[in-house]
């Protein structure tokens, strides 16, 4: 049972208490004056996380513990049975810069017996009596809070400059493959329309003619339904249409035979178009056919550049999150795979991704950009760790209320001595110049602090799993 009293410690009793023990007689009364006693019994809670921190508590006798709220789960920071250990408004004294609510939450362990104080009575206290300090503990805050942003910031940055660089290289191999075809295409089309006229002279019956612009038709349609050959199979098929055409004597026919097996024409569907016209007209009806086979090829190669660069202009702006809200309802699979388009060029040849999703997941909410900075920090970690050959797995799945985000990579693993620290700002165990020791520490915030998640880490050789957990609630 909860037991506050309108009993008081005596200036004597107050000056036991480290915190008090300097104090003049003056503030020794103002602090008797308006602080109180207050008893709990064993696994009452003294403050709850998240509550707006209006009371400061120093503990007279007992024994308390302090947790924080972890996916649902209170994890025990520290115990003390120390007489004069506090907790609470500890940070009320900064007025409009203050923390609003209690950073974590304080439990009896013990029966247990406080000391209490408003928040705004240790506020103006502090203010009034030691003004220099405050000045100096404000200046403090208000730097180390404008340096995290501007860590923030850069890290955000340099990540975003180095996946850039990547991202204008990727949008290049598209367009320059767009604007390649595009030429051939020109070309293409011109000599197709000056075979059509070699053709159509006069010297093919109208009904020929007919049966011949079929067999464009037809062709059209087979080269979008072309058969996948492994490279070996491609090979036989050229030679065998190759030999073909040498045998009606087709000039070139080692240049024709990899456009039309391409398309998926074979010797027999070019027995049927021997059969239409002469011997004189098979080579330009057959070189008018395989420019109909290649400008539909290339016309497939364009509509692919330019899927290409739509899909990756989408995932930098999904990325980048610049047209959204910065607290959102969002697919996590949506930012994971825009996360991993952004490093596609930064992904080498004998680096196998793997996607093991569950689409069943539902969407949440989230600070969406800045979740995608900690995939950006976890991927480049894991691909750093991989080097040239290994597996990149990013997994999704549910675990009671939470979403769960693995990123596993096949790596030489974190030394176990060092583990411990890789979520302390500036640790590092990249060499100079590669590393800021950042990124982890900045993840662990974003997850942890803002959306009230948890990230973890588990390695051995070969394997390193990196564990995010996000509330399906936001909370």
């Given at each position: 049972?909860?037991?506050?009293?309108?009993?008081?410690?005596?200036?004597?009793?107050?000056?036991?208490?480290?915190?008090?023990?300097?104090?003049?007689?003056?503030?020794?009364?103002?602090?008797?004056?308006?602080?109180?006693?207050?008893?709990?019994?064993?696994?009452?809670?003294?403050?709850?996380?998240?509550?707006?921190?209006?009371?400061?508590?120093?503990?007279?006798?007992?024994?308390?513990?302090?947790?924080?709220?972890?996916?649902?789960?209170?994890?025990?920071?520290?115990?003390?049975?120390?007489?004069?250990?506090?907790?609470?408004?500890?940070?009320?004294?900064?007025?409009?810069?203050?923390?609003?609510?209690?950073?974590?939450?304080?439990?009896?362990?013990?029966?247990?017996?406080?000391?209490?104080?408003?928040?705004?009575?240790?506020?103006?206290?502090?203010?009034?009596?030691?003004?220099?300090?405050?000045?100096?503990?404000?200046?403090?805050?208000?730097?180390?809070?404008?340096?995290?942003?501007?860590?923030?910031?850069?890290?955000?940055?340099?990540?975003?400059?180095?996946?850039?660089?990547?991202?204008?290289?990727?949008?290049?191999?598209?367009?320059?493959?767009?604007?390649?075809?595009?030429?051939?295409?020109?070309?293409?089309?011109?000599?197709?329309?000056?075979?059509?006229?070699?053709?159509?002279d006069g010297r093919l019956d109208g009904e020929r003619l007919h049966r011949l612009?079929?067999?464009?038709?037809?062709?059209?349609?087979?080269?979008?339904?072309?058969?996948?050959?492994?490279?070996?199979?491609?090979?036989?098929?050229?030679?065998?249409?190759?030999?073909?055409?040498?045998?009606?004597?087709?000039?070139?026919?080692?240049?024709?035979?990899?456009?039309?097996?391409?398309?998926?024409?074979?010797?027999?569907?070019?027995?049927?178009?021997?059969?239409?016209?002469?011997?004189?007209?098979?080579?330009?009806?057959?070189?008018?056919?395989?420019?109909?086979?290649?400008?539909?090829?290339?016309?497939?190669?364009?509509?692919?550049?330019?899927?290409?660069?739509?899909?990756?202009?989408?995932?930098?702006?999904?990325?980048?999150?610049?047209?959204?809200?910065?607290?959102?309802?969002?697919?996590?699979?949506?930012?994971?795979?825009?996360?991993?388009?952004?490093?596609?060029?930064?992904?080498?040849?004998?680096?196998?991704?793997?996607?093991?999703?569950?689409?069943?997941?539902?969407?949440?909410?989230?600070?969406?950009?800045?979740?995608?900075?900690?995939?950006?920090?976890?991927?480049?970690?894991?691909?750093?760790?991989?080097?040239?050959?290994?597996?990149?797995?990013?997994?999704?799945?549910?675990?009671?209320?939470?979403?769960?985000?693995?990123?596993?990579?096949?790596?030489?693993?974190?030394?176990?001595?060092?583990?411990?620290?890789?979520?302390?700002?500036?640790?590092?165990?990249?060499?100079?110049?590669?590393?800021?020791?950042?990124?982890?520490?900045?993840?662990?915030?974003?997850?942890?602090?803002?959306?009230h998640g948890d990230l973890a880490v588990e390695s051995e050789p070969g394997r390193?799993?990196?564990?995010?957990?996000?509330?399906?609630?936001?909370?």
């Amino acid at each position: 049972m909860t037991a506050e009293t309108d009993e008081r410690l005596e200036p004597a009793q107050l000056r036991t208490l480290f915190l008090f023990e300097s104090l003049d007689d003056e503030k020794l009364g103002y602090v008797h004056e308006h602080g109180r006693v207050k008893r709990l019994p064993a696994d009452a809670d003294i403050f709850v996380e998240g509550d707006p921190a209006r009371c400061f508590y120093v503990l007279l006798d007992g024994t308390v513990s302090l947790t924080r709220l972890v996916h649902g789960d209170r994890i025990e920071i520290s115990r003390s049975s120390q007489r004069g250990a506090y907790g609470g408004a500890t940070q009320s004294y900064l007025n409009e810069q203050r923390v609003e609510n209690y950073l974590h939450s304080m439990r009896a362990v013990t029966d247990v017996t406080l000391f209490v104080l408003p928040a705004e009575v240790i506020s103006t206290a502090m203010r009034r009596w030691f003004p220099m300090a405050m000045h100096l503990l404000d200046g403090l805050f208000l730097g180390m809070r404008t340096t995290e942003n501007l860590v923030n910031q850069r890290e955000r940055l340099l990540a975003l400059g180095s996946l850039s660089a990547g991202l204008t290289h990727e949008l290049n191999n598209p367009a320059a493959a767009a604007v390649r075809a595009t030429a051939v295409l020109r070309d293409r089309v011109s000599g197709m329309r000056h075979k059509l006229a070699m053709i159509a002279d006069g010297r093919l019956d109208g009904e020929r003619l007919h049966r011949l612009v079929e067999f464009q038709e037809a062709a059209v349609k087979q080269a979008a339904n072309a058969p996948t050959r492994s490279p070996l199979e491609t090979s036989d098929a050229e030679d065998t249409l190759a030999d073909w055409l040498d045998e009606h004597d087709i000039t070139g026919g080692w240049d024709l035979a990899p456009i039309l097996t391409a398309g998926g024409i074979d010797g027999t569907w070019l027995d049927r178009v021997a059969d239409t016209v002469s011997q004189d007209d098979l080579e330009p009806a057959i070189r008018w056919l395989a420019y109909t086979v290649e400008t539909e090829l290339l016309m497939g190669e364009i509509d692919d550049a330019l899927h290409r660069i739509t899909g990756l202009v989408g995932a930098a702006k999904q990325y980048s999150q610049l047209d959204r809200a910065p607290y959102q309802t969002a697919d996590v699979h949506d930012l994971l795979d825009a996360t991993l388009a952004m490093f596609s060029a930064k992904i080498g040849p004998d680096v196998r991704v793997v996607r093991e999703y569950d689409r069943s997941l539902p969407a949440i909410p989230v600070y969406a950009g800045e979740l995608n900075q900690v995939w950006t920090n976890l991927i480049d970690n894991a691909l750093y760790a991989i080097g040239e050959t290994g597996v990149l797995t990013v997994r999704t799945g549910q675990e009671e209320e939470r979403v769960v985000v693995e990123i596993v990579d096949t790596g030489p693993g974190i030394p176990a001595d060092v583990r411990s620290r890789i979520f302390e700002p500036f640790f590092t165990t990249k060499p100079i110049g590669e590393g800021t020791g950042l990124g982890l520490e900045i993840s662990y915030r974003i997850v942890v602090n803002k959306h009230h998640g948890d990230l973890a880490v588990e390695s051995e050789p070969g394997r390193t799993v990196f564990r995010v957990c996000l509330p399906i609630s936001g909370r």
